[in-house]
């Protein structure tokens, strides 16, 4: 199961306008310095995947992944930083925690990325 907030639609709708995109969004699991974590892309459909749509949008999760991380939800959170720049970003949050992380080393030195 996927949610994604109202927020996020208006997010999505006005980016794939602005790039003139008419595309599916992809929840996918990257690995990275802190871990595994869920990620989004424009993609197409492919067979394993699980499809849902929420407001003309269509959004598309590996059926391999849904079992791992049980509901997603995504969101639009606006930026906190105080720097007067604006913006925020896309957050894809899971029901269970991913685990991984803690390569013991910094990114920089190619340990773990």
Do not use: H, P, W, Y
Request: charged share 20%; net charge negative; with cysteine.
């Amino acid at each position: 199961m996927i949610e994604v907030t109202a927020t996020a639609i208006t997010k999505f709708k006005e980016q794939l306008a602005k790039n003139n995109a008419d595309s599916a969004i992809r929840v996918f699991m990257q690995n990275g310095c802190s871990g595994v974590s869920l990620g989004l892309a424009m993609d197409e459909q492919k067979d394993s995947d699980q499809v849902f749509a929420q407001d003309g949008l269509t959004f598309l999760v590996d059926g391999g992944i849904l079992a791992k991380t049980g509901a997603i939800k995504i969101d639009f959170t606006k930026s906190t930083s105080g720097c007067g720049c604006g913006g925020g970003g896309f957050s894809v949050s899971s029901e269970r925690k991913l685990g991984g992380g803690g390569c013991g080393d910094s990114c920089s030195s190619g340990s773990c990325c």
